[in-house]
C-alpha cells in the first residue's frame, strides 16, 4: 500500500501571487536603474562627442590662421572674412617653399607657361596661383602637366582670363575655407572645409555655430575688417551640439550644446 503524505506543504495561490508580486517589484527596479545608467552613459558620451568636435574643429582653425598671410607676395590677402552667420573665412598661405617666376611673357592667356628656374616642385593636377607684381593680380589655375626638363608648365584645359609678362611670379600655395553647412542635413550641421581645387569636406560633425571678429592695431574690435593688414587677432566662438536631440518639460525637442572660444594672434600680417 500506498504511504499517504499527511504533513506534504505546497505554496498556495496567494504566496505565488506574492512572489510575482516581488519579483516585478525586483524586476522593475533593477531595468530602472539599467535604463537611467544606460542615459547617463548616451547622455556623458554625447558631451564627450561635442568637445572632442568642438575643440578639435577650433584647434585647426587656429593653427590655420597662425598660417595665414606666410610667405605671400605684397598685395596678396592672407585672410578673407565673410560675415554671414554663421561666420565663413577663407585663408592662403604658403608653405611648400616651391616657387618660380615667367621667363617670357605669354603671347596669350591659353600659352604655356616659360619658367626661370627648377619647376620639380610642382605636379600634374596641382592648384597654383600666378601673380603679377606690377598689377597686383593674379589668378588660380590647375596644371595639366609638368615639363621640368624644359621648365614648361602647361593649363590645357583652363585658359587664364589674360597674359603675363616676364618675371610674374608662379606660387604653390594653399588656400582653405571653413564654413558651416546647415542645410544639407538641418538636423546634422556640420563643419565644411574646402582646399582651392578640391570638393568640400566635412571636418567636423555637430558644429552649428562659427563666429569670427577681428582686432584690428587701432584696438578696434569689428565683424569684417575694411584691411586685412590692420588685423592683429582674430577671435573665434565655435559651437556644438549632441547627435541626438531630447524632449523638454513642454515636450518640444532640445539638444545639449557647448560653445568655445579662443584668440589667435596673427604672425604673418601686418608686421
Known amino acids: 500500500?500506498?504511504?499517504?503524505?499527511?504533513?506534504a506543504k505546497?505554496?498556495?495561490?496567494?504566496?505565488?501571487?506574492?512572489?510575482l508580486v516581488i519579483t516585478?517589484?525586483?524586476?522593475?527596479?533593477?531595468?530602472?536603474?539599467?535604463l537611467t545608467s544606460h542615459e547617463n552613459y548616451i547622455i556623458q558620451e554625447d558631451i564627450t562627442?561635442?568637445?572632442?568636435?568642438?575643440?578639435?574643429?577650433?584647434?585647426?582653425?587656429?593653427?590655420?590662421?597662425?598660417?595665414?598671410?606666410?610667405e605671400l607676395p605684397l598685395g596678396l590677402q592672407g585672410i578673407e572674412a565673410y560675415n554671414t552667420n554663421p561666420d565663413t573665412i577663407v585663408l592662403t598661405y604658403q608653405n611648400s617653399g616651391c616657387d618660380t617666376y615667367l621667363s617670357a611673357p605669354m603671347p596669350q592667356p591659353s600659352a604655356e607657361l616659360k619658367c626661370g628656374s627648377d619647376i620639380s616642385c610642382f605636379y600634374d593636377g596641382q592648384w597654383i596661383f600666378i601673380y603679377d607684381a606690377d598689377s597686383a593680380k593674379?589668378?588660380?589655375?590647375?596644371?595639366?602637366?609638368?615639363?621640368?626638363?624644359a621648365l614648361h608648365i602647361q593649363h590645357n584645359t583652363m585658359t587664364l582670363s589674360r597674359t603675363y609678362d616676364v618675371n610674374a611670379?608662379?606660387?604653390?600655395?594653399?588656400?582653405?575655407?571653413?564654413?558651416i553647412d546647415n542645410t544639407t542635413d538641418p538636423n546634422h550641421p556640420k563643419l565644411m572645409t574646402q582646399v582651392m581645387g578640391s570638393s568640400p569636406q566635412i571636418y567636423a560633425d555637430n558644429v552649428y555655430d562659427l563666429?569670427?571678429?577681428?582686432?584690428?592695431?587701432?584696438?578696434?574690435?569689428?565683424?569684417?575688417?575694411p584691411i586685412t593688414e590692420n588685423i592683429r587677432e582674430v577671435n573665434i566662438s565655435l559651437s556644438a551640439r549632441s547627435n541626438r536631440p531630447e524632449l523638454d518639460d513642454e515636450g518640444g525637442e532640445t539638444y545639449r550644446d557647448r560653445t568655445f572660444t579662443?584668440?589667435?594672434?596673427?604672425?604673418?600680417?601686418g608686421i
Do not use: C
Not at 262 to 269: H, P
Open 1 to 7: 500500500m500506498k504511504k499517504i503524505m499527511k504533513n
Open 10 to 19: 505546497g505554496f498556495t495561490l496567494l504566496e505565488t501571487l506574492i512572489s
Open 24 to 34: 516585478g517589484i525586483v524586476t522593475a527596479s533593477i531595468m530602472n536603474v539599467y
Open 49 to 70: 562627442d561635442i568637445q572632442q568636435n568642438a575643440r578639435a574643429s577650433i584647434d585647426e582653425l587656429a593653427r590655420q590662421i597662425r598660417l595665414a598671410g606666410y
Open 138 to 149: 593674379g589668378e588660380w589655375f590647375e596644371i595639366t602637366q609638368v615639363q621640368s626638363a
Open 169 to 179: 611670379l608662379v606660387l604653390a600655395m594653399t588656400q582653405v575655407k571653413f564654413y
Open 211 to 225: 563666429q569670427f571678429q577681428y582686432g584690428l592695431k587701432n584696438g578696434m574690435i569689428v565683424d569684417v575688417p
Open 262 to 269: 579662443t584668440s589667435v594672434f596673427l604672425r604673418n600680417i
